[in-house]
C-alpha cells in the first residue's frame, strides 16, 4: 500500500520560513519525479514545485521562485521543501505528490501525479 506522509506544516508570521516533509512508503521512490501542490478553499490544486526521480532537475512556480525550495533524498524516500520569506498568501493545505510512471521529469499538472499526501495546512499570518 502506497502512502505519502506530510509533515512540518503550521502557523508562521509573515517573513518566516517552514520545512515541509514528505515521506513516502510502499513506492519505488528513487524512480519516480515528485511534486509539492497546495490548495485553498474554492480553488482547484496548484502546482508549486517540482523535482525529477534523481534530484537532478527541478521547477517552480513564478509565485514561488526565489522563496521556495524543492529537494529530496531518495536514501530516505523523502521529499522536502523548503518555504522562505513566506506571505499571507501562502496560506493552503500543501500536498505532496509522486509522478505517475517511473524516471519521468516534473510537470506542473495534477493529473499526472498518481498518489497524494493527505495534506499539511500552512498558515502565515500578517
Known amino acids: 500500500q502506497v502512502q505519502l506522509v506530510e509533515s512540518g506544516g503550521g502557523l508562521v508570521q509573515a517573513g518566516g520560513s517552514l520545512r515541509l516533509s514528505c515521506a513516502a512508503f510502499?513506492?519505488?521512490?528513487?524512480?519516480?519525479?515528485m511534486g509539492w501542490f497546495r490548495q485553498t478553499p474554492g480553488n482547484e490544486r496548484e502546482f508549486v514545485a517540482g523535482?525529477?526521480?534523481?534530484?537532478?532537475?527541478?521547477n517552480y512556480a513564478d509565485s514561488v521562485k526565489g522563496r521556495f525550495t524543492i529537494s529530496r533524498d531518495n536514501a530516505k524516500n523523502t521529499v522536502y521543501l523548503q518555504i522562505n520569506s513566506l506571505k499571507p498568501e501562502d496560506t493552503a493545505i500543501y500536498y505532496c505528490?509522486?509522478?505517475?510512471?517511473?524516471?519521468?521529469?516534473?510537470?506542473?499538472?495534477?493529473?499526472?501525479?498518481?498518489?497524494w499526501g493527505q495534506g499539511t495546512q500552512v498558515t502565515v499570518s500578517s
Open positions: 505528490a509522486a509522478r505517475k510512471g517511473g524516471y519521468g521529469g516534473t510537470i506542473p499538472l495534477a493529473d499526472r501525479y498518481d498518489y
Open positions: 510502499g513506492l519505488t521512490f528513487n524512480s519516480r519525479a
Open positions: 523535482i525529477s526521480w534523481s534530484g537532478s532537475s527541478s
